[in-house]
């Protein structure tokens, strides 16, 4: 069974752009969420979505936005980049289901902003 | 809101001794799950263990098991017979129990890396 996978791995791009980063989750999972993580700030919870509707968001400014398409698949946005945006982007899915609740995840993509 | 705290930012252990690592949390809720991860040098975060708050029962795993204290909101992590291979940055999270149509979001605390010596 194919794991959570991201893309691209890598990213450079500067000041004021704007990147999309791609999520595909485990087949047959529904829910996926994305997390920031830096040196300063730690793992952080942007959001998370589920059958095409996003049930949750993190403290995060209106330049960060998701969306998920009909097959699971997950993108996030980012607009205006800053410096500080510079960081290890992980995604995870997860099966929605209680009793063994886990939450995979892919090897992330490292954005850095110039 | 939910908090989780990780109080050693690094901790050391020959091969083949037990570690055991601190994670406290603070909570109003009674259903929930905890949770251990793993984050080794290549960056792939990995379940460790998983604890629900409901089962007084620790959580064991192989080598790993947990010290799950629900009144004192404290879940530690002890790993037996450590490896070379557990080297890595530890993270313990919180997430509310999962229920029809509620969110799913893990808090993580701040980690604590962990090196394995020979």
């Known amino acids: 069974k194919a794991g959570v996978t991201q893309t691209p791995r890598y990213l450079i791009k500067t000041r004021g752009q704007q990147v999309t980063l791609s999520c595909s989750p485990i087949?047959?999972?529904?829910?996926v969420s994305w997390y920031q993580q830096t040196p300063g700030q730690g793992l952080q919870f942007l959001f998370e979505y589920f059958s095409e509707t996003q049930r949750n968001k993190g403290n995060f400014p209106g330049r960060f936005s998701g969306r998920q398409f009909s097959n699971s698949r997950s993108e996030m946005n980012v607009s205006t980049l800053e410096l500080g945006d510079s960081a290890l982007y992980l995604c995870?899915?997860?099966?929605?289901?209680?009793?063994?609740?886990?939450?995979?995840f892919g090897p992330g993509t490292r954005l850095t902003v110039t | 809101a939910q908090t989780v705290t990780q109080s050693q930012p690094e901790m050391s252990v020959q091969e083949a001794e037990t570690v055991t690592l601190s994670c406290t949390y603070d909570t109003s809720e009674n259903n929930y799950y905890l949770f251990w991860y793993k984050q080794p040098p290549s960056r792939q975060m990995i379940l460790v263990i998983r604890q629900e708050a409901y089962k007084q029962q620790n959580a064991t795993e192989n080598r790993f098991s947990v010290n799950f204290q629900k009144a004192a909101k404290s879940f530690s992590l002890k790993i037996s017979d450590s490896q070379l291979g557990d080297t890595a940055m530890y993270f313990c999270a919180f997430m509310k129990h999962l229920t029809v149509g509620t969110a799913s979001k893990l808090t993580f605390g701040t980690g604590t890396r962990l090196q394995v010596t020979l």
């Open positions: 087949s047959g999972h529904r829910s």
């Open positions: 995870a899915s997860s099966r929605d289901r209680a009793e063994d609740y886990e939450q995979y």
